[in-house]
């Protein structure tokens, strides 16, 4: 039997409505309209295009939008300097940088200077504490996006066998301490990982994130099994040009799994969507409001 299809760009939208119906409320009752600033360094073709996506989808959900395009060259100091006045501007609930950074820019000292409270990203140290120790924190959008996802379909996670393949500071790490919370059984594999087709095929869940295009195939999957592909990889076509697929191989996947994300069209547009809902969370907890429910952990 084929498996289903989790169909994140449809979850994505009914997301972008909630925060969208929360926005208005924020308005209507409170005159507060929230505020994300993304910050983008350099003129990256791939980072422009999503710093541009992110303006247009705060913009549509009624929210404040404001993007800082800066020069690569910029010195340290000055993009401290913005950050600052950023922490300090009552205007802006999420502040965003845009990774990566130019090398000449230390990407840690740059994260932690933004205020715990206004990191939409959840990349700050204190965020990534407070995660750990199952505390309140901002959360990383791509692995919230996967837990939304993974909620939707099973409803409850408790009990369940989980492999997490990548240990990222960005999708790996805070992907297994959120399954955690669920109460998953969790397991970090990686490329040291040794027999990994047999540690994959003990989970119930699966969350590829480690940047290879189509490592993971039909036989390491446990029959029935959930499969989030957090991989967008850009390889050749045989007739020329190219296309995009995830870290797992969907063809043999999809045959074996009970439900997997395509990629496009899976984890992708769920990111963009978790930026949305943590800026206005971020902005609930600053006003001291109720957080939007279903938008958060």
Not at 86 to 115: A, C, R, Y
Request: aromatic share 2%; charged share 20%; with cysteine.
């Amino acid at each position: 039997m084929a498996a289903q299809i989790i169909n994140g760009k449809a979850f994505a939208a009914s997301v972008r409505k909630k925060v969208g119906e929360h926005v208005a409320r924020l308005k209507s009752e409170h005159d507060i309209i929230p505020g994300l600033a993304v910050v983008l360094v350099g003129e990256d073709p791939a980072s422009q295009v999503y710093v541009r996506s992110k303006g247009k989808q705060t913009a549509e959900v009624g929210m404040k939008s404001i993007e800082h395009k800066l020069k690569a060259n910029i010195s340290e100091r000055e993009l401290l300097a913005l950050i600052k006045l950023l922490n300090e501007d009552e205007t802006i609930h999420g502040i965003l940088v845009q990774l990566p950074l130019p090398k000449h820019l230390n990407e840690d000292l740059v994260i932690n200077s933004i205020d715990p409270a206004k990191d939409v990203d959840g990349f700050h140290i204190s965020n990534v504490g407070l995660l750990g120790t199952g505390q309140k924190s901002m959360v990383p959008c791509t692995p919230l996006g996967c837990l939304m996802l993974l909620r939707d379909h099973h409803r409850s996670l408790s009990g369940l066998d989980a492999v997490v393949i990548g240990r990222s500071n960005i999708v790996g790490k805070p992907m297994a301490q959120l399954l955690l919370g669920e109460s998953c059984t969790v397991t970090i594999a990686h490329s040291r990982t040794k027999d990994l087709p047999d540690v994959i095929r003990r989970a119930d869940i699966v969350i590829a994130a480690v940047g290879r295009p189509e490592m993971v195939v039909g036989d390491w999957i446990k029959p029935g099994a959930t499969v989030i592909d957090v991989g967008i990889n850009r390889i050749d076509k045989p007739e020329g040009g190219t296309r995009l697929v995830g870290d797992a191989d969907f063809s043999s996947c999809s045959e074996v799994s009970g439900a997997i994300t395509p990629v496009p069209g899976g984890v992708g547009p769920m990111t963009i969507a978790c930026l949305l809902a943590n800026t206005v969370t971020a902005c609930c907890r600053s006003h001291d409001l109720k957080e939007p429910d279903g938008l958060t952990v």
